[in-house]
């Protein structure tokens, strides 16, 4: 019988349970030690990931995470690498293989043995032992009083060892107990995603959201093509993928299965404009069930099935609401109310039941960005779950022992989203991801905690030159990622300023000539900076940025000097400089609601224009009107256009523009101040369009079948328009932690 395993500098003791290097003891748990014993047992074979946890945890249903984690421990014992193989490879979807030489050496242990060992020849005789005395090499008898007897020196010997294996064995199964009970105990925010891989489910490129089902076996994704959505199912295992939801111009947000996982509940906005509907659908397809309106954008069940949560907002009264109805759609209850200017969004339902999550905007003066609270199902009180605040927050989901939350964010200052882990109820966040991609909402499967799906995105922007808005006559003049996402603006010398991302997230300012050339940077230093627009004498550039802790207006010196901060309220956008040289107008959400402000653009207090709720105002050539995005009270999803004077009271005059075009930041006015150049997206594509002052149909300037259209500008004499345009892949990706190989 062995009792000792060599390999390299290492020595393994099956009699006293102990790994050595060169001598000396490596600590190893019990578990750890149980599962670099089975691998060295069958070194140069492929032992398979059941039989090793059937023999490690012998009538325990653990999940295959522990495996992961054992075998972790026992390569960083023997100190392996992560990019090695010199002791355990993973033979992926199978098991593990010990790779490594193993000698079998005579060693005390089995010397000692063969005193008490029959041997072949006769079953009921024992060899003594070389040097045992007086019957050195006889074969003697097992009698009570011979070797195994009470007097004898090898009975003795056997007994004593007898005791120790048995106390040994005693010390062994309680500390396996405890090391069970330790591990079970751990909670999941502190074991979770420390090291991760992606395995990537789709390579087309066109997936928008996906969810994975609770036993963690398939994942339904939204996919785009050609401007319409359809819903998809796949099989993480086998890859099989097959369409559940015929293509249509509906915008699917929010899939969310039922905890039977027999259901998929999903919010659908069909056409411009329209209220959000909430549906539910077999998860195989089937007919769908229409169960309520106007639900906003993100929709989360209990951990029952039986209740619902989701966020409502009232526009006109600058209120937002976390409502609690029936799965079904009825029973109707509001939980929580804020003011705009703490608006929530994206509740999540912990495990437990008892509580839900919510991202919440604030913008008071001690804390401006999102950050996460927790309310009481039963009395909707808050509880923060961080101080920490974040630029932007993406959907959020509970670990299944409710011991943390993750969710994708946005830093301050950085562009892309990158997902984090919030422990709960309270702890230090970390990041999980950290690359040049964005990740689109996380969904966590029931079964298999170590598991998470989301939406991997890059997005690339480059900057056209167009002669009188002509697309068919648009030339490149940019070659980067991100030129002009973020906003562009032409200079009164006929050069053109553009935002883009650098590789670190944030964003700087640029000027180029409308020839190309090689760009020049102009800002520097921490912060986005975004949206950039031009006095009219050239002398000044205005943009928003975020590094002073949330985003103001600011501005600066043509040459990048002279960098002032013109609001403090924090929370403002979409600035632009009125022609006369003295003002910037804006959109402020200081307020509560979304409001017109302006700002002497060489610093002042700041002036309330109108009270009409709006956005990203724009400044009539002749000073004299403004336009901007007018939202439907009754409706936060439904943009309009529309203009007022700039000075003075009127009633706005809004264009009846069709109900397919979905208006997008920003508006341009024409040159001669006769038409407004807006980019607007029907069926999920972009395309600019102009729409004239005096009324009558909007008439598209540019002919885009699969590019997305991010900014516009025109020049100062009305010869080119300059607009940024580009595209977004998204791909589903199962998040998972690492098997180190």
């Given amino acids: 019988m062995t009792h000792t ?418 422990p709960y109820p309270s702890g230090v966040a970390r990041r999980i991801t950290n690359d040049l991609s964005s990740y689109r909402g996380v969904s966590l499967s029931k079964s298999s905690p170590h598991m998470m799906v989301t939406v991997q995105t890059e997005q690339t922007s480059s900057i056209q030159v167009a002669l009188q808005g002509n697309a068919n006559s648009a030339t490149p003049i940019t070659k980067g990622r991100y030129d002009g996402r973020e906003g562009l603006a032409w200079t009164p010398d006929g050069q053109i300023i553009y935002a883009a991302k650098n590789t670190d997230g944030r964003s700087d300012l640029w000027i180029i000539k409308p020839g190309g050339g090689p760009p020049k940077r102009l800002t520097e230093g921490p912060g986005v900076k975004h949206w950039p627009s031009l006095s009219d004498d050239g002398r000044y550039i205005v943009f928003e940025s975020d590094r002073s802790g949330a985003l103001d207006i600011w501005r600066m010196d043509r040459d990048g000097g002279n960098l002032t901060q013109l609001t403090d309220t924090r929370g403002n956008l979409s600035p632009d400089c009125a022609p006369d040289g003295m003002w910037v107008v804006y959109h402020s959400f200081a307020s509560g609601k979304p409001r017109m402000w302006k700002v002497p653009i060489g610093g002042g207090i700041p002036v309330q224009i109108a009270d009409e709720t709006a956005t990203d105002p724009v400044i009539s050539p002749n000073g004299r009107q403004v336009a901007y995005l007018s939202m439907d009270e009754g409706h936060a999803s439904r943009s309009r256009l529309a203009i007022r004077p700039f000075e003075g009271e009127s009633n706005e005059k809004v264009f009846d523009l069709s109900r397919d075009i979905d208006l997008i930041r920003p508006i341009r006015w024409a040159v001669d101040g006769r038409a407004l150049t807006f980019i607007g997206s029907r069926d999920g594509i972009s395309n600019i369009y102009s729409q004239p002052i005096e009324g009558g149909p909007p008439r598209q300037l540019t002919n885009s079948k699969t590019e997305r259209i991010y900014s516009i500008s025109w020049s100062r004499d009305g010869r080119y328009l300059a607009y940024a345009s580009g595209s977004e892949v998204g791909d589903v990706v199962v998040v998972k932690n690492r098997e180190r190989k």
């Fill in 5 to 422: 395993y060599e390999f390299g500098p290492f020595r393994l003791d099956t009699m006293k349970r102990l790994l050595t290097r060169d001598g000396e003891v490596v600590p190893l748990r019990p578990k750890h030690y149980e599962t670099l014993l089975a691998l060295v047992e069958r070194h140069g074979e492929v032992v398979s990931k059941k039989d090793l946890m059937d023999r490690i945890w012998p009538d325990l249903n653990v999940e295959e995470g522990n495996l992961t984690i054992n075998i972790h421990a026992v390569r960083r014992a023997l100190g392996q690498r992560q990019d090695d193989h010199s002791f355990i490879v993973t033979v992926p979807g199978v098991g593990y293989k010990f790779v490594v030489e193993v000698r079998r050496p005579r060693d005390e242990g089995e010397e000692f043995a063969m005193a008490g060992r029959a041997t072949t020849s006769n079953p009921g005789e024992v060899e003594t032992p070389s040097g045992a005395g007086e019957g050195e090499g006889v074969v003697l008898p097992l009698t009570s009083e011979g070797a195994n007897g009470p007097t004898g020196a090898g009975g003795r010997r056997l007994r004593e060892l007898t005791v120790a294996l048995t106390f040994v064995a005693a010390i062994a199964s309680i500390a396996l107990v405890l090391y069970i009970m330790w591990a079970w105990s751990q909670p999941l925010s502190m074991t979770l995603y420390r090291e991760i891989d992606l395995d990537r489910l789709t390579t087309t490129g066109r997936v928008r959201d996906a969810a994975i089902s609770p036993d963690g076996q398939y994942v339904i994704y939204v996919s785009e093509d050609d401007g319409k959505q359809s819903l998809r199912f796949i099989q993480i295992e086998s890859r099989s993928d097959r369409e559940i939801v015929p293509p249509a111009s509906t915008r699917y947000h929010s899939l969310t299965f039922s905890p039977d996982g027999a259901y998929l509940y999903y919010i659908a906005q069909e056409g411009n404009g329209s209220p959000n509907a909430l549906y539910r659908i077999p998860y195989l397809g089937g007919d769908a069930k229409k169960l309520m309106t106007d639900v906003g954008w993100s929709i989360t069940l209990a951990p029952d099935g039986q209740r619902l949560a989701f966020v409502r907002d009232n526009i006109g009264r600058g209120e937002s609401a976390l409502i609690i109805a029936d799965a079904n759609g009825g029973g109707e209850r509001q939980l929580a109310l804020h003011k705009m200017s703490n608006f929530f969004r994206l509740p999540a339902w912990a495990p437990d039941g008892r509580s839900i999550a919510c991202a919440v905007y604030s913008s008071d003066a001690d804390r401006r960005g999102w950050h996460v609270i927790a309310l009481s199902v039963a009395d909707g009180a808050k509880k923060p779950i961080t101080q920490r605040v974040w630029q932007r927050v993406g959907r959020i989901a509970w670990l299944t022992d409710s011991s943390g939350l993750v969710l994708p964010v946005t830093e301050e200052g950085a562009g892309s989203f990158q997902v984090w882990l919030l």
